[in-house]
């Protein structure tokens, strides 16, 4: 379901991109683009290029009002406004009690405070990173707040976004048990577990760790090297590792030893293959270029 759109819904004006959200300069309008974390894939046997299509044609647009200029406010504006750009400035950089303290003396009846107030709550800095939080986001009062307060529209978004939530949690809670048959040495059964969690759950960047891990146990010629690059494309990697890019922590221990086995055997053959191949290429290059230079110098001296 290819629901991306690079136009805005209500006015028809193209979108421009930033900060993980759509925005559209002419009226205003803000969209989130997430992936549905629902769909299967048979995602062992596809490209890395393939998978990351595979993500964006499974991704879900969702019309988000912000808050802040629509709004009438019972205290100064400036003030106000002031209060909640510092606030989103926070949440950006992950300060998430930051955040929520900058907003002190803005009252619940401003949809932009409660907003970040709600992302803050489960150290999100936006939507796009709220889709991949793990729990009932339903029963936390900013929520009910932010249901309050929103438009239609923005209301269904956040509804949809709860169930996205709910559905991560499901998702955690069954991968779970995948990695405690990792951690039992249940090779065999572990790895057709990680199989069946890959194919319901390719956009969690769990279900590759544990698929990893039980390939790493049950094939010891297995080289997790292109499957780790799956992991990191997962759009929930960032949250559930809180790493920007790759790093063998975030690996189960079977896995990050083979890991580092793979790595070693490969720099080992880089190495050899400079010592071996390279310098000597470069260096019986170097002689035969001598030689033709001395060649041309003795054919201009005779």
Not at 145 to 157: G, H, I, M, S
Not at 221 to 248: A, H, Q, W
Request: glycine fraction near 6%; aromatic fraction near 8%.
């Amino acid at each position: 379901m290819a629901l991306v759109r690079m136009t805005c819904e209500s006015c028809g004006a193209p979108l421009t991109q930033k900060e993980g959200m759509f925005r559209c300069e002419h009226c205003g309008a803000s969209y989130i683009r997430v992936a549905d974390p629902t769909f299967g894939a048979d995602a062992e046997n596809i490209s890395l290029g393939e998978f990351e299509k595979m993500l964006e044609e499974n991704s879900v647009v969702f019309a988000v009002d912000r808050g802040g200029s629509k709004e009438l406010f019972d205290v100064d504006s400036e003030i106000v406004k002031g209060k909640l750009a510092f606030a989103h400035a926070r949440l950006r950089d992950g300060a998430w009690a930051d955040a929520v303290a900058a907003l002190d003396g803005v009252g619940q009846d401003v949809f932009a405070a409660e907003r970040i107030r709600l992302l803050a709550s489960v150290g999100a800095a936006d939507e796009t990173q709220l889709a991949a939080y793990s729990g009932d986001i339903s029963a936390l009062p900013e929520f009910e707040n932010v249901k309050r307060l929103a438009d239609e529209r923005t209301r269904n978004a956040y509804e949809r976004l709860a169930d996205i939530c709910r559905s991560n949690a499901v998702a955690e809670e069954k991968i779970a048990k995948g990695m405690e048959l990792v951690d039992a040495q249940a090779a065999e059964s572990a790895l057709v577990y990680a199989k069946e969690m890959l194919r319901s759950y390719p956009a969690h960047a769990k279900a590759w760790g544990l698929y990893i891990a039980a390939k790493c146990l049950a094939d010891r010629s297995y080289d997790p090297t292109r499957d780790i690059g799956f992991m990191c494309k997962c759009p929930d990697y960032k949250r559930v590792y809180l790493e920007d890019g790759f790093s063998p922590r975030v690996l189960a221990p079977v896995a990050a030893e083979r890991y580092a086995a793979t790595e070693g055997k490969r720099n080992a053959r880089s190495a050899a293959l400079k010592k071996y191949v390279i310098r000597p290429v470069f260096a019986a290059a170097a002689v035969a270029m001598g030689i033709v230079v001395w060649k041309i110098i003795e054919a201009i001296g005779g």
